[in-house]
């Protein structure tokens, strides 16, 4: 299953962020993005505990069970190796942190799940590879800009890096020209009006547009 969603994420490049969405609007919104090519999604944990674990976790199982086959599910700021078992048993396959956290990356490695933790630094990202992660998230990436990117490529071109943090329809191009192996994505695709009006059909629409830059 690891490779098959390595393999996945390789090739479809996106995965998008689902953050503070409402229970009873999961389902709808990820069908939406589904029907946009949507392969690949993360319901991020609260950093702050305004939303229990627990309550994240069912989210994460909610969306396997009904996916399952579909879509891969897994879990955002992972913080813990507690929020990595929790998302193991609720069906989770891959685990996002917004920090290189080695003891995270080892549970998520044990328990048979993609680690993706997040990292800015040559030493960061190369202790991220060190300790297991499959990718390395550059997280905030537009912060420092395609040509960091090139850069951190250019001696650690072994580690497989995902852009986040300010990644939209503008300047995906560059990225991938810069040798990125794929994007995490929240706002720009899960449109908050559209959300609010139960306009699923522009999600689908703003889906499409950053699936077909991923696969041109």
Known sequence: MREQIIKAIEEK??????????????????EAMYEGGIRLLEITYSANGSTPDGETADCIRTLSEHF????YIGAGTVLTEGQVELTHAAGGKFIISPDTNADVIRKARELGMVSMPGALTPSEVQAAHRAGADFVKLFPVTNMGTEYVKAIR?????????????IDVSNMQKYI?????????????IDKKALAEGDYGKITELAKKYVEICQS
Not at 177 to 186: K, R, T
């Open 13 to 30: 490049k996106l995965i998008v962020i689902v953050r503070g969405i409402e229970r009873e609007k999961l389902i709808p919104l990820a």
């Open 177 to 189: 020209a810069a040798g990125v192996s794929g994007f995490g994505i929240g706002s720009n695709i």
């Open 68 to 71: 399952e086959g579909r879509m």
């Open 154 to 166: 250019a001696p650690l071109s072994h580690i497989k890096l995902l852009a986040v943090g300010g």
